[in-house]
């Protein structure tokens, strides 16, 4: 079955510095990866996606990510946190052998603290 | 380009009731895509429509859950004989295959009392 975990339900970080969420799937297909943010009684806003190539992607808003197929990983980085950058953030997974829906991790949610 | 739409925004029923939420892709996508999301979860995929067709249901979607995109255009999603269980964030998405990167609404908050 395909599944995405994200270990760290709450993340505290201070302004200014760095940012990693970590993302590990299981997938029975070539799998095409997503980072979504969602603000509190908003929908998602897709940060930035991997389909091919070069494996480290980048988004908007200053974030990147890596894909690591040995580690089944796609980790989210920022390298200087804003607090506007405070909110849920949610790895995707899908696949054209799955009809390209999206299986989703539970989330992380970060606070920036000044 | 404005956006994936959805109507209405926040929906309150009591338990019995049927409801129904609209979903307005991006023009000219030809997917869509129905989740629900609960409270500290991440979104759950229920449906989707390739044009009019409907080609995946998940097994979430019960027989009091029917989705719908007559033409190809906007989509409906209607829930019968509502239960508290049944509020949650229901999410719509569109993509354009064959990239099929998926564009989500602001979501239909809906509250069974």
């Known amino acids: 079955a395909q599944s995405v975990t994200q270990p760290d339900i709450h993340i505290t970080v201070s302004e200014g510095a760095s940012l990693e969420l970590r993302c590990n799937y299981s997938?029975?297909?070539?799998?095409?990866l997503f980072w979504y943010v969602q603000s509190p009684g908003q929908g998602l806003q897709l940060l930035l996606k991997?389909?091919?190539?070069?494996?480290l992607v980048q988004g908007i808003k200053g974030f990147e990510a890596e894909f690591k197929r040995s580690q089944s990983s796609f980790n989210l980085r920022k390298p200087s946190v804003h607090w506007s950058d405070a909110a849920e953030y949610f790895c995707?997974?899908?696949?054209?052998?799955?009809?390209?829906?999206?299986?989703f991790g539970a989330g992380t949610i970060l606070r920036v603290k000044s | 380009d404005t956006g994936v739409s959805q109507d209405p925004r926040h929906k309150i029923t009591k338990r019995g009731q049927n409801v129904t939420f609209r979903c307005d892709p991006i023009?000219?996508?030809?997917?869509l895509y129905w989740y629900r999301q609960t409270l500290g979860q991440g979104p759950e995929f229920l449906t989707y429509?390739?044009?009019?067709?409907?080609?995946?249901k998940s097994r979430l979607l019960s027989d009091r859950f029917s989705a719908e995109r007559p033409k190809g255009s906007f989509s409906t999603l209607e829930i019968q004989r509502t239960e508290q269980g049944d509020s949650a964030m229901y999410l719509c998405?569109?993509?354009?295959?064959?990239?099929?990167?998926?564009?989500f609404g602001a979501g239909t908050r809906l509250s069974v009392l």
């Open positions: 997938y029975g297909a070539t799998p095409y």
């Open positions: 995707a997974v899908g696949a054209l052998e799955y009809g390209n829906k999206l299986v």
């Open positions: 998405a569109s993509s354009a295959v064959p990239k099929n990167i998926q564009y």
């Open positions: 023009s000219e996508h030809n997917r």
């Open positions: 991997y389909f091919s190539g070069d494996t």
């Open positions: 429509f390739q044009n009019e067709a409907q080609l995946e």
